[in-house]
């Protein structure tokens, strides 16, 4: 399978503290997105970061990206229980610039 | 204005039943494409039109049928499904071109439930 994977599958922390979740995938990319989704809802867009970028920042989100090991990490800093979702890497590769393969997410929960 | 506009939210319907998804966008994207996502599963593609044509059918069946009127909608036509079909359905656009690629948006999703 060519879907990417993330780790943990869960993770659960206390409101304030950082969260940090990691994503692999196997094959060359374009790009990698991750996304958050509430339960039962659809994804939100949080971060785009391109082949050639190695860190990117929003607010309290910081995404890493490395394509030596094929990884890419996303850290939320001082979490809140808001943050409670599940979150989702997703890439393209090659020529399939519109195809986005997922991670299999992993369900984080933030304790208020 | 990073919105795309599914509807209806919810939809049950019977095996024998044609419905249909809507999309709509209008944020000049000239990329959209379906989803499919089951409880607990990450999001699969299904179908990706680039301007306004079909570029991507990731070997959906015949019983879903996709259609792109203009740039600013996308429907998914529904017959015939199965109660495994039962999903999260997920509508995205995103700008076309750039050999980095783009953001791809998505919709609040409609859930379908076949009975």
């Known amino acids: 399978s060519q879907q990417g994977e993330e780790d943990p599958q869960a993770l659960s922390i206390q409101e304030g503290e950082n969260a940090t979740m990691n994503c692999s995938y196997k094959t060359s990319i374009n790009n990698l997105q991750w996304y958050r989704q509430n339960s039962g809802r659809g994804l939100v867009h949080l971060i785009l970061i391109r082949s050639n970028e190695r860190e990117k920042h929003s607010g309290r989100l910081r995404v890493t990206l490395d394509t030596s090991k094929k990884s890419s990490s996303l850290l939320i800093t001082a979490s809140r229980a808001a943050d409670t979702a599940s979150y989702f890497c997703a890439y393209t590769g090659g020529t399939s610039y519109g195809k986005l393969t997922f991670g299999q997410g992993t369900i984080l929960t933030v304790h208020p | 204005d990073t919105e795309v506009t599914q509807t209806p939210k919810h939809l049950v319907m019977g095996m024998t039943n044609k419905k249909s998804l809507k999309c709509e966008q209008h944020m000049g994207h000239r990329a959209m494409y379906w989803y499919k996502q089951k409880a607990k599963k990450p999001p699969e593609l299904m179908f990706v039109y680039s301007y306004e044509k079909l570029s991507i059918n990731e070997s959906v069946p015949s019983r879903f049928s996709p259609e792109c009127p203009n740039s600013s909608l996308l429907n998914l036509h529904l017959h015939a499904l199965q109660p495994e079909d039962s999903a999260l359905y997920l509508c995205?656009?995103?700008?076309?071109?750039?050999?980095?690629?783009?953001?791809?948006?998505f919709g609040e999703g409609s859930w379908l439930t076949v009975v």
């Open positions: 995205a656009s995103s700008q076309v071109g750039g050999r980095i690629g783009n953001t791809i948006y």
